[in-house]
T-cell receptor, first 112, second 114 residues
Framework: NAGVTQTPKFQVLKTGQSMTLQCAQD?????MSWYRQDPGMGLRLIHY???????DQGEVPNGYNVSRSTTEDFPLRLLSAAPSQTSVYFC???????????FGPGTRLTVL | DQQVKQNSPSLSVQEGRISILNCDYT??????FLWYKKYPAEGPTFLIS?????DKNEDGRFTVFLNKSAKHLSLHIVPSQPGDSAVYFC?????????????FGAGTQVVVTP
């Protein structure tokens, strides 16, 4: 198993540009989520999904969209990037019932 | 509203000694707690978890203690090793809400010195 994969590893955007951060898992995990990590803030939940076709907002959803058309993939879209979205983004997947909780390696995004 | 707090941003400990990391939470609905370890430029790695029906869980050198009345948990690492130098995050879940959602503390940077 590859675990949780994220692409790209690094990205620089200009204000107003759009892009999609990719996340995929091959463990058939029901739950997937996106977090951002900022200095001194820990990880904050952006959006999460409890299964294909079902998504919901987390703590800091503004400026981000998600969809979950398959169990494996959970892309995060920035429609119009802002400097405040400069952060490190982590995707995670989980099983219910105390099962594995795995994080991807992260995407470092800089918005100029 | 930070519902999970790690009030010590850093901890320095000698190799071979015990590391004790603390975490406090404010939401009594949290029923599952986890500790993660994170190296620079990597994603967090799951270390150990505890359900609210227990007060202690052990896995090798790592033990997590939960005090529900105080809304406090701690992670003990014995003995500490140089490879334990990392940032440690505690996280909490309301599994009645979703297994997919965590709330994280801000992290504690642990440095293990020779």
């Amino acid at each position: 198993n590859a675990g949780v994969t994220q692409t790209p590893k690094f990205q620089v955007l200009k204000t107003g540009q759009s892009m999609t951060l990719q996340c995929a898992q091959d463990m058939n995990h029901e739950y997937m989520s996106w977090y951002r990590q900022d200095p001194g803030m820990g990880l904050r939940l952006i959006h999460y999904s409890v299964g294909a076709g079902i998504t919901d907002q987390g703590e800091v959803p503004n400026g981000y969209n998600v969809s979950r058309s398959t169990t494996e993939d959970f892309p995060l879209r920035l429609l119009s990037a802002a400097p405040s979205q400069t952060s490190v983004y982590f995707c995670a997947s989980s099983l219910a019932g105390g099962g594995a909780r795995l994080f991807g390696p992260g995407t470092r995004l800089t918005v100029l | 509203d930070q519902q999970v707090k790690q009030n010590s941003p850093s901890l320095s400990v000698q190799e071979g000694r015990i590391s004790i990391l603390n975490c406090d939470y404010t939401n009594s609905m949290f029923d599952y707690f986890l500790w993660y370890k994170k190296y620079p430029a990597e994603g967090p790695t799951f270390l150990i978890s505890i359900s609210s029906i227990k007060d202690k869980n052990e896995d090798g050198r790592f033990t997590v203690f939960l005090n529900k009345s105080a809304k406090h948990l701690s992670l003990h690492i014995v003995p500490s090793q140089p490879g334990d130098s990392a940032v440690y995050f505690c996280a909490a879940q309301m599994t009645t809400d979703s297994w997919g959602k965590f709330q994280f503390g801000a992290g504690t940077q642990v440095v293990v010195t020779p």
